[in-house]
């Protein structure tokens, strides 16, 4: 696990572009991104940032009353899903989060520990409120994102 301060919008953008770039870079056909933590500490800002980097040039919308939004940037799909207004486990079942895809899928989850089902991750973030800042814990489920620690910090 990696502890990170994350002093403005500008540095967590910069760690989300750094993710964006992993994803693009990455042969992994699916790769999955857990988003926890404190209410309002940039869960939503920081799938934002990783979807607009990876070329979404259009508004990206908080799932919160959706629960997924799907962004489909052609050899790419975003399944961006808000796990904060539900505990009922068939709720994430609709998505067919599973399905094949002939292209690469990147699924984000927010509040994922509300997930009923363990469910693995390539890369998890907790995000505290610290100091005005933001406080993140990182933890790799796979190799694919071990590359933040040398590009990122």
């Known amino acids: 696990m990696k502890n990170l301060i994350l002093k403005n919008d500008r540095a ?4 989300g572009q ?4 992993i994803i693009l870079n990455s ?4 790769i999955e991104i857990h988003l926890q933590g404190d ?3 940039g869960k939503t800002f920081i799938t934002r940032s990783i979807i607009k980097n990876s070329g979404w040039k259009d508004l990206v919308k908080s799932p919160t009353y959706t629960l ?3 962004y489909d ?13 539900t505990n009922e486990a068939q709720d994430i ?41 933001r406080k993140i814990n ?16």
């Open 12 to 15: 967590t953008n910069m760690l």
């Open 18 to 21: 750094k993710i964006s770039e």
């Open 27 to 30: 042969n992994k056909q699916d």
């Open 39 to 41: 209410l309002g500490a």
């Open 68 to 70: 997924c939004e799907e």
């Open 73 to 85: 940037l052609g050899e790419i799909l975003f399944l961006h899903i808000d796990l904060y207004r």
């Open 93 to 133: 079942d609709i998505f067919d989060l599973n399905r094949g895809s002939h292209k690469k899928k990147i699924i984000l989850i927010e509040w994922s520990e509300r997930l009923q089902f363990e469910r693995k991750f390539d890369l998890k973030i907790n995000f505290f409120h610290y100091e005005n800042k």
């Open 138 to 153: 990182i933890t790799y489920g796979t190799d694919i994102f071990k590359a933040l620690e040398k590009n990122y910090v």
